[in-house]
């Protein structure tokens, strides 16, 4: 396993692909909050639009997604097909690799 590696994935190469593709609207850390998409501290494990500093659309709320490895890989695949009606604006990411990287640097804020 590589230093920096976590799972599947490498946390520094998720850290760079999440600085370069999600941080725009999305905040993690110890000082993480909502912007203009909900802070993703402790994703695995909640409930889509489980946030409450957030105003997610009804499709979020609605939906019976709790965010895994699976349900997470889907969504940053493709965000529409997973939660019809999201209001995320994101085309999603086809990489496998760029996707491990992504959830083993996420999976550090849990």
Not at 13 to 39: E, N, Y
Not at 81 to 102: A, C, E, H, Y
Request: with cysteine; charged share 20%.
């Amino acid at each position: 396993m590589a230093p920096n590696a976590h799972g599947a994935g490498d946390i520094q190469a998720g850290k760079d692909l999440f600085s370069a593709r999600c941080a725009s609207c999305h905040h993690v850390g110890p000082s993480a909050r909502a912007a203009f998409g909900p802070q993703l501290n402790g994703i695995f494990g909640r409930k889509a639009g489980g946030t409450e500093d957030y105003r997610y659309s009804d499709a979020m709320k609605t939906s019976a997604v709790v965010w895994d490895e699976a349900s997470l890989r889907a969504f940053v695949q493709s965000p529409a097909k997973v939660v019809p009606g999201t209001k995320m604006r994101f085309w999603g990411i086809s990489n496998t690799k760029q996707i491990d990287d992504l959830l083993a640097y996420l999976r550090t804020f849990q």
